[in-house]
């Protein structure tokens, strides 16, 4: 049993229990003091030690010792803990540990003076003293433990400043609880300390604004306190008037400042007044404080001041202002306003140098930074100030003499190493301190003042050289780096300039100077050669190291290093290795330094860069012997070599890794300072956006944890808390540091990038033999995706070597790569999830009945770096009872994954944090990069007794590294397989990243008229980095150009049936419009512009054929959209790439002009001509300036491009839209016949039919009439408006009819030009007229001298009066001849357009008929299934006649009947059948006497008759069509008539057939069709054979092919001939069914004729279907002859032709089948059989059972007249 220390008697050093106490707290401070005197962190295990050791003495001693005794001396410990500077020992264990006793509240949660009196002191202050004093030395305490804490970082983050601030404001309200009570003042005193020293760091850290109430605070509250306004206390007061002034001016607000210093000052003067009221005399250092506040708040005032008096108005003569020292004059002392000024508000040479260096100075700016003003009064304020300056510094400047000038300006004859400034001003000196005059000389350099500069800083060096000091070593070097630096900046405005001069500016930027190399030596030498405590201002090195980073950049631009050919570009540009020296050597600044804490971006380009470079060497070291490096001279001293102290690749290749090396860890470094309490600190964001879409971790932690921070403190006002987050938030908000997350993604790339190179120089050390693969594994232990890095770079230089079988190696490798990404994969999502905090409640089944046995959870984690994890407890059940938390940790090797609660030796484990809500954070450093880790936590009571009695459960095994780019991963994935040429695996990696950042869009639906559009994932670009957006971007362009080559996409490739083609290449768009929205999100003009030439390439074929395809549209006005938006057409292309683009805007404009008119949209098409012209402009202009150079004026007669041009003509021809809907100007607008003709064709095909009409028709008298006309007409057709063609057409040939009569009268004046224009007004064509009437006078004059030489050989008078009547009736003659031989000529041009305006109007009129058609029946004739197409049993395809029913059978001339006995009908039978039809009709009339049935059977009649005139009307149409096609030689046009002739007959036929079934005794008869029909079978027939004949196409049948062979191909015209198509099976069919036309109506001529002509070309093929026609119709001939009474055969014609000729007249192909002998009795036609005999005779002639396909037509149109 452990006995208090009072049971052993007195309490002194003799006890026992007390003398054990002090001795087990000297051990704990021996044991700290070891632990803070050692700098590496290998003492971690003796830290956890010391806080078991503190646990152990609290459960010891404190209820053995009395309260005050034990907490006075724990008091002394937490003191002697700051004072070794173990801040968050001191905290946790001390100060924190007294309060907590009390109340729980942290001191950062006090709100209010309420609440900070409610938690600490409840009872008042008239408590225990003792008691008091501790409370408030305890929150002191923790106060600057929390500032030291984050003064500790280096960079002042967000949260840390939240938590500054929130310290001051804690400070403040302890300030104000205390304000009333005057012997607490000591208190106030020092919080005011306190918040200066906090204030100031802010201020150095550029948050003057947040500092400036606290300051003002301190300085108001030691005002209000009477016991500390005393003489005793002024230089502090005024130290913190001073503060507040500085601030003011920081946040420039220099108003405030002034009249804050005058209102101070004031306040001195009352507070010296009120001092010499009283009779005690002022002592020494009394009238020293007043001096000294006197000068001090002076110089605040001063520095407004001075400036303020140039900027108030003046009167009278303008002086030009003062800009350099140059323009100070020499003169007595004072010499301008300034010095006057000086003089009146300081009575010393030091107080007057103090004043200017506080005018002058400018805490906001670095001395590289700061400028002149722009205002010249304020340049010439500078100017006086450091004349001024220069002037005190020589010695010049006195307060009561005046001397001349007359000593040299540069002499430093005033300067003293003793004193400070302050004391040589109070004690009135005239003299100046070395370093005054050193910030002085800085001031020169500030201000652009070189020559000054340079003069009074090299006699400064030598000042210094002479003098003993840290300080003045460290001035030294300060000055030699601003020496150097300006020596660089002033051998740069030496050069002369050439703003002609491109190319040598460049070169100048690439070439080296001596200054430069200087100037990094000295940086060098002055950040890594000189001690510690000499080196230079930090602020400083930094800002020359970026400025000559920033030279260095310039020359290694990223897209330089990162190109294939960097090294051919090195051996240009860095043959001497100078910026590769000169980069390492900044790189070394940038380590000494700890550039990644402050710009860790910066940093790691610049360790990029220079790994970049060494690789390069190393690889030109294996090709070439390096040089030996030149040196440099610097100031007549060799400064250093350039050359490396690596000379051979693999030394190189080593420097390259451990510069990586070195990088990754300073990237880590600084990345640990950036890293936001989300889950992006954890895994990769992007990918978990995707996978995991959860809400953020820390938000759900800290709100937790803040509500039930608010049900403990119940007591506290809302109103309050409110008050206290709004500001805070708004502090926090006014001081937000320009970090953001774009710039931690861009470090996470960057780390990527080092690892990347890391891993490809140590495969090369390992092709090499430098290291050992085991080492490399080593490094990556279990990092999936670092490994996967690994093995993509290893493909990539196994492909790039020489290795046998590198291809299926270079597989497995990469596949391997592919399974490690999504394993890691797994492993990152798991980790995601299990970082969910879970609520207590869901612990509860885990021993809710035993809360003894229930350890913590395991914690959650927080971020990850490569040396870092941190964590914050799990939501706990019995988390009320736990005071602290400890973390244990080890790394998960082997099986047991179990931590203990001896795991304590990794860095941060073993610490006790105390159980703040929202703040408890547990942090474990030291770990070993890419090693896997276990952790735990333990929970600890107030007592220190573990909770759940043992430590919480074990985490998932952790990866020590920073969160895994699964994404980036993904894409380096890609592109390395699209390198290596393994596709599959490409197109694997980038369909997930394509997975991840697109969506497909809800209200787009894939079809043939649009797109199936995907949009772009917004939330996961918003959280991807600008790099991998880029490497996205770049992974469409990859996937489509695998996608090109394996689906032979490019243009000219035969992939199969176009439509799919079509749909490939359309879905290959759809993802390249993704790129181009990608490139367009991330203003990438050239991405775009490539995206666009990727679509056009896409799809050349589809525009090239001039398909009108809307998704195709869509796509193109898109990639005129991005090109119209993007500034890269503008730059400076190559002549073979501006031209190519040219020529691609051209295409793409024309194709869609032309397109969006055949999708009916005219604006648009207009809105795109106009695009693309400003489109080529563009371009054409900057390669114009190219080709000009840099001339200021360019010419305006250029010619200008092919492209332009032909746009720019193709705009002129296209009406304004505005013209459809002007009614005003109607006359203007429209045309006249002085026009382009060119325009007309935009006006038929886009304009209104009436306005096309009406434009056409005022063009009537030109040539090209007839072929506008025809044009309008079959646009008219093909909107269905068959009347108007009709009526229109009927008017134009009217007007063509009497023009030809005009014509034909021979009017004088409207001859025909040789250009084939027609007649014209002669009102309407005055210019016309003058030109023909000069033409007469030539032709005038000509005839004049044939006339003359006519008359000169006739000799008489009778010979001259012939010669005179032989030239009149010749005249007329030859003139009729010449018209004649002008309208032949005319008729010939217009033959063809008059057949296109034949058909059109045959097309209208068999319209018509088809509607009489309809409305006849009521309905539109449908086609019956029970019977079969008629066609069927024609002789064309069943190569015989059937006979038909006898209903059916058409009546013919001469009677084929189906009776045998009945052979042919007379008259009289005629006329009886006749007068029977009228005597039924009439009864059917009497019958019928309804009226209503009248009306119908006359509508029924009316309709007959107008079918029957249609069909008439349309057969003349048709035959004036084919006439005239034929007589011109219009095979195309000639066919497609025909084969409308033999389409439409078919047609007729069919529906004849379906009518007479519906209604037989209708008024429309097949008889009445067929006869119109059959005519136009003929004439097609008989022309249609001729052409054949013209064409030589029936020399085929020569061959030896077959029938089958013959016809089953398509047949050219000639050689030559590629347009004209001719399908030989059509035309059989033709000809055989006209055969059979013919037989049915009795034309036994032409049937004769056609069969014997039929047979002669076809070289007898078809004599088995002909002869038994050519039988019958020779039997029907000789009735025929019989019946009228002619001559028997043969006929007296043949018989004079054979005695003539002494020969048998037959034809000779024919001659056997004319000696048939064929039985005269016979009247029934021998092929005329039944159907049950068909069968059989048609075995017997061999019929040709033929498809109905045959029927087909198969025509090549050499321009599209007729749609199809």
């Not at 000009?1188 to 021809?1213: F, M, P, Y």
């Amino acid at each position: 049993m452990e006995f208090p220390a009072s049971y052993y008697g007195k309490l002194d050093k003799r006890n026992p229990v007390i003398s054990a106490f002090e001795r087990d707290i000297n051990s704990f401070m021996t044991l700290m003091k070891r632990v803070a005197s050692s700098s590496s962190k290998v003492n971690s295990d003796s830290y956890v030690r010391g806080i078991k050791f503190l646990v152990d003495i609290w459960g010891k001693f404190k209820h053995r010792l009395p309260s005050k005794m034990y907490e006075e001396r724990m008091f002394q410990v937490a003191d002697f803990l700051f004072g070794i500077k173990l801040y968050q020992l001191a905290l946790w264990q001390g100060y924190s540990h007294h309060l907590q006793q009390f109340n729980s509240v942290t001191i950062t949660d006090i709100t209010s003076v309420d609440h900070f009196m409610a938690c600490f002191f409840p009872e008042g202050f008239d408590t225990d003293q003792d008691v008091f004093t501790m409370k408030i030395l305890a929150m002191q305490g923790c106060a600057l433990c929390l500032f030291e804490l984050e003064k500790r970082h280096g960079v002042l983050r967000q949260d840390g400043l939240s938590r500054l601030l929130r310290v001051l404001n804690f400070i403040r309200i302890m300030m104000q609880a205390l304000q009333q009570h005057e012997h607490l003042c000591w208190h106030i005193y020092n919080g005011s300390i306190h918040i200066y020293t906090i204030c100031r760091y802010l201020m150095t850290m550029n948050y003057s604004s947040q500092a400036l109430e606290y300051l003002l605070w301190a300085s108001i509250s030691l005002e209000l306190s009477v016991p500390l306004m005393t003489a005793q206390y002024l230089s502090w007061i005024v130290t913190l008037y001073s503060a507040v002034c500085h601030c003011y001016y920081d946040n420039q607000a220099a108003v405030q400042a002034e009249k804050f210093a005058r209102r101070a000052l004031g306040k001195i003067n009352e507070l010296a007044e009120f001092e010499g009221q009283s009779e005690v005399p002022a002592t020494r250092e009394t009238q020293r404080a007043y001096k000294e506040a006197s000068i001090k708040l002076g110089a605040m005032m001063f520095k407004r001041a001075v400036y303020e008096s140039k900027r108030k108005p003046k009167f009278g003569v303008k002086v030009k202002p003062k800009s350099s020292l140059k323009d100070i004059p020499n003169g007595p002392w004072p010499r301008d306003p300034t010095e006057r000024m000086l003089m009146a508000q300081f009575d010393s040479g030091a107080a007057q140098f103090l004043g200017i260096l506080e005018a002058l100075w400018d805490s906001t700016t670095h001395l590289l930074q700061k400028r002149m003003p722009e205002e010249p009064e304020l340049q010439e304020v500078i100017v006086e100030l450091l004349s001024a300056g220069i002037s005190i510094l020589s010695g010049v400047a006195t307060t009561k003499e005046q001397k001349s000038d007359s000593q040299p300006r540069g002499c430093l004859s005033a300067l003293t190493p003793t004193s400070t400034l302050m004391d040589l001003a109070i004690t009135g000196e005239n003299k100046v301190p070395v370093m005054s005059a050193v910030r002085f000389i800085k001031l020169l350099f500030l201000y652009k003042q070189p020559d000054a500069f340079i003069e009074l800083s090299r006699e400064m060096l030598q000042v210094l050289s002479g003098v003993e000091g840290v300080s003045f070593r460290k001035a030294e070097i300060e000055l030699a780096l601003l020496d150097g630096f300006n020596s660089l900046m002033s051998s740069q405005r030496s050069r002369p300039k050439d703003s002609n001069m491109i190319d040598d500016r460049h070169k100048a930027s690439l070439s080296m100077s001596d200054e430069f190399v200087c100037l990094v030596d000295t940086l060098h030498k002055s950040a890594c050669g000189s001690a510690l405590e000499v080196q230079p201002d930090e602020d400083l090195v930094l800002d020359v190291m970026l400025f000559l980073w920033g030279r260095v950049k310039v020359v290694m631009q990223r897209d330089i290093i990162e190109n294939p050919d960097l090294a051919r570009y090195l051996q240009k540009v860095d043959k001497d290795n100078k910026w590769l020296w000169s980069l390492s050597r900044l790189c070394e600044v940038a380590f000494v330094h700890d550039l990644a804490t402050v710009d860790c971006i910066t940093m790691t380009e610049m360790i990029h860069t220079l790994v970049i470079l060494l690789e390069s060497e190393a690889e030109r070291s294996n090709k070439t012997q390096r040089p030996e490096a030149p040196e440099a001279v610097c100031g007549g001293v060799m400064a250093c070599s350039f050359s490396l102290p690596e000379t051979s690749s693999t030394e190189l290749l080593q420097k390259v890794c451990e510069m990586a090396r070195r990088g990754l860890t300073a990237l880590a470094k600084g990345i640990a300072t950036l890293l936001p309490p989300d889950s992006s600190a954890i895994t990769d964001s992007v990918f978990m956006q995707k996978c995991c879409p959860l809400p953020p971790l820390s938000s759900r932690l800290f709100s937790e944890a803040s509500s039930e921070k608010g049900n403990e403190d119940d007591e506290i006002s809302e109103n309050e808390k409110e008050q206290m987050e709004t500001k805070t938030e708004s502090d926090i908000k006014d001081s937000r540091d320009n970090r953001s997350t774009s710039v931690l993604l861009l470090a996470k790339d960057l780390h990527q990038k080092l690892d990347i190179i890391y891993h490809r120089a140590s495969l090369k050390l390992l092709q090499l033999n430098a290291v050992a693969e085991s080492e490399l594994m080593d490094r990556i232990k279990k990092n999936k995706v670092s490994k996967a890095l690994l093995l993509i770079q290893k493909a990539l230089l196994l492909y790039n070597s020489m290795e046998i079988d590198k291809s299926r190696k270079t597989k497995n490798l990469l596949e391997e790569a592919s399974s490690l990404i999504e394993k890691a994969e797994v492993e990152e999502r798991g980790l995601y999830i299990s970082t969910i905090a879970k609520t207590p409640a869901e612990d509860l089944d885990k021993g809710i009945n035993e809360e003894e046995e229930n350890p913590p959870p395991p914690p959650i984690l927080l971020s990850r770096t490569d040396h870092a994890l941190t964590f914050a407890p799990a939501p706990y059940n019995l988390e009320g009872q736990v005071c602290w938390y400890e973390l244990c940790g080890l790394a998960a090797d082997g099986i047991n994954r179990k931590v203990r609660l001896r795991d304590c030796f990794l860095p941060g484990t073993g610490t006790l944090v105390p159980a703040v809500s929202g703040e408890c954070v547990l942090r474990v450093e030291g770990l070993v990069p890419n090693q896997k880790y276990i952790f735990a936590v333990a929970a600890y009571n107030s007592q220190g007794k573990l909770l759940g009695n043992s430590i919480g459960r074990t985490t998932f095994p952790l990866l020590a590294s920073m969160p895994v780019p699964l994404l980036s991963t993904w894409a380096h994935l890609a592109q390395v397989a699209f390198q290596t040429e393994q596709y599959t695996i490409a197109k694997r990696a980038c369909r997930e990243l394509w997975s991840h950042f697109t969506l497909p869009d809800p209200g787009s639906h894939s079809s043939h008229d649009s797109l199936d559009t995907t949009r772009l994932c917004e939330q996961t670009l918003e959280l991807a980095s600008p790099h991998l957006r880029k490497l996205f971007l770049i992974s469409i362009f990859i996937e489509t150009e695998i996608n090109i080559q394996q689906g032979s996409l490019y243009y000219g490739c035969n992939n199969g049936p176009f439509i799919w083609e079509q749909e490939v290449r359309l879905a290959e768009c759809e993802r390249v419009l993704v790129a181009m929205d990608l490139a367009m999100y991330l203003k990438d003009g050239l991405a775009a512009v490539q995206a666009v030439v990727s679509c056009y390439g896409l799809l050349a074929p589809l525009t090239f054929h001039q398909i009108p395809c809307k998704p195709v549209v869509q796509v193109l006005k898109k990639c005129l959209t991005v090109l119209e938006n993007s500034d890269r057409l503008k730059q400076k292309w190559t002549v073979n790439i501006s031209q190519a683009l040219m020529h691609m805007i051209a295409c793409i404009t024309y194709y869609l002009s032309k397109a969006c008119r055949a999708l009916r949209e005219p604006p648009m098409a207009g809105s795109v001509m106009d695009c693309g012209r400003r489109l080529l402009k563009e371009v054409y202009d900057v390669q114009l300036q190219i080709r000009r150079g840099d001339r200021a004026t360019i010419k305006r007669e250029t010619k200008t491009s092919l492209q332009l041009k032909a746009l720019h003509v193709k705009n002129k021809k296209r009406i304004p839209s505005q013209a459809a809907t002007s009614t005003d100007n109607e006359i203007s607008s429209s045309l006249t016949s002085s026009e382009d003709p060119t325009i007309l064709y935009e006006v038929i095909f886009y304009d209104p039919l009436k306005d096309a009409y009406e434009n056409v028709m005022r063009v009537r008298r030109k040539a090209y009439f007839p072929e506008y006309a025809a044009l309008l007409l079959q646009r008219t057709l093909k909107e269905g408006c068959p009347d108007l063609v009709l009526k229109w057409g009927q008017s134009i040939f009217e007007y063509l009819s009497r023009r030809d009569k005009v014509i034909l009268e021979g009017l004088e004046g409207n001859g025909l030009n040789k250009r084939g224009e027609s007649v014209q007004d002669p009102k309407g064509n005055e210019p016309s007229q003058n030109k023909n009437t000069t033409k007469d006078d030539t032709r005038n004059k000509l005839k004049q001298k044939k006339l003359h030489s006519m008359f000169q050989r006739v000799k008489t008078n009778r010979e001259l009066q012939a010669v005179e009547n032989l030239l009149t009736t010749m005249s007329s003659v030859v003139q009729r001849r010449k018209k004649q031989l002008k309208l032949r000529n005319l008729y010939c041009e217009e033959r063809v357009w008059k057949s296109h305006i034949n058909y059109s109007m045959a097309k209208a009129h068999m319209a018509l008929f088809y509607q009489g058609l309809d409305q006849l029946h009521g309905s539109t004739l449908q086609q019956r299934f029970s019977q079969l197409n008629p066609l069927y049993f024609s002789l064309a395809f069943a190569g015989v006649l059937v006979r038909r029913n006898s209903q059916q059978q058409p009546s013919t001339e001469y009677g084929i009947v189906s009776d045998r006995d009945s052979s042919h009908l007379t008259d009289k039978d005629e006329a009886v059948r006749v007068d029977k039809i009228a005597k039924e009709e009439k009864c059917e009339k009497e019958e019928n006497s309804s009226k209503t049935a009248e009306q119908q059977i006359e509508m029924k009649r009316r309709t007959a008759s107008m079918m029957l005139g249609s069909i008439s009307k349309a057969a003349l149409h048709l035959k004036r069509a084919m006439v005239l096609a034929h007589r011109g030689s219009h095979w195309t046009t000639l066919q497609h008539v025909c084969h409308t002739v033999w389409d439409q007959s078919c047609r007729i036929a069919s529906l004849a057939q379906i009518a007479w079934h519906l209604e037989p005794d209708s008024p429309l008869t097949a008889e009445q069709l067929h006869s119109t029909i059959t005519q136009l079978l003929s004439l097609a027939t008989d022309l249609i054979m001729d052409m054949l004949n013209s064409l030589g196409l029936w020399s085929l049948y020569d061959s030896d092919l077959t029938e089958e062979e013959l016809e089953s191909s398509l047949h050219f015209s000639a050689s030559l001939d590629d347009s004209t198509h001719v399908d030989l099976r059509w035309v059989r069919t033709l000809v055989l069914h006209t055969l059979e036309r013919l037989h049915d109506c009795g034309k036994w001529e032409s049937l004769a004729h056609f069969a014997l002509l039929f047979n002669s070309y076809t070289r007898e093929r078809y004599v088995s279907i002909t002869t038994p026609l050519l039988v019958h119709a020779q039997r029907r001939l000789l009735e025929r002859i019989s019946c009228f009474g002619g001559p028997a055969a043969p006929q007296p014609h043949h018989a004079r032709t054979q005695k003539v000729t002494g020969e048998e007249v037959v034809h000779i192909p024919h001659k056997n089948m004319f000696k048939l002998r064929v039985p005269p009795q016979s009247n029934s036609p021998p092929a005329t059989v039944s159907g049950a005999g068909h069968a059989r005779l048609g075995r017997a002639l061999d019929a040709r059972n033929e498809s109905p396909l045959g029927c087909q037509t198969r025509v090549k149109l050499n321009r599209v007249f007729f749609p199809r």
